[in-house]
């Protein structure tokens, strides 16, 4: 078995069980991307996203270990979601995010052909920001959809933008989250059918 082939099976085998992510495992949204994709014999997928709303709180330090997520949902959120998240701000230094992220995908790619053919359908399905980010033993193609918010909304322990605006980031968010979830169950037709 050569390389590719051990690193999928290897990948294949541990894919549905508890991961160490945050979240702690798949998310379900992404689940028919997984499968389409791991359902090729050149392509397996090494990490995946659907899409999340968050408030995250970042470190003074910029360690990513050291910010902390006072709120996420991989899915559609509430205006009590995000007002209850916003109570949890701490009076320190650090800037809060409000966060709509677009889904992301990691491919691995059995040669630097089929990478190139899976980033031609991500380029015809719009996803100008995809591309290919590694080339050694087997190439990587990060899938990323366009669609996402990223808002500073607070600061020194204190929101800095009114409540009108955080109703406003939580309808546009929820608009997006909308359009990026009915653009993966057109990406899994488009998977099935050219790749």
């Given at each position: ?16 069980k ?28 090494t ?5 999340r ?85 087997r ?8 669609d ?10 204190e ?37």
């Amino acid at each position: 078995m050569n390389y590719f082939d051990r690193t999928k099976k290897s990948m294949l085998d541990k894919l549905y069980k508890p991961d160490r992510s945050k979240k702690g495992d798949v998310d379900k949204d992404a689940i028919p991307i997984i499968d389409a994709i791991n359902s090729k014999d050149n392509y397996y997928t090494t990490s995946s996203c659907s899409g999340r709303i968050s408030l995250f709180q970042e470190a003074t330090t910029g360690r990513k270990d050291h910010s902390k997520w006072l709120f996420v949902k991989h899915d559609y959120v509430t205006e009590n979601e995000i007002f209850n998240g916003l109570s949890k701000i701490s009076d320190s230094s650090e800037t809060v995010w409000f966060r709509q992220e677009a889904p992301i995908f990691h491919v691995a790619c059995k040669t630097n052909e089929d990478a190139i053919k899976l980033l031609e359908l991500c380029r015809d399905m719009g996803f100008k920001h995809s591309g290919i980010i590694g080339q050694s033993k087997r190439s990587v193609v990060e899938i990323i959809f366009n669609d996402k918010i990223d808002v500073p909304v607070a600061a020194n322990g204190e929101k800095f933008v009114d409540n009108k605006f955080i109703k406003f980031l939580i309808k546009k968010s929820n608009s997006k989250f909308e359009k990026n979830s009915k653009l993966l169950k057109k990406f899994v037709k488009e998977i099935v059918k050219k790749l």
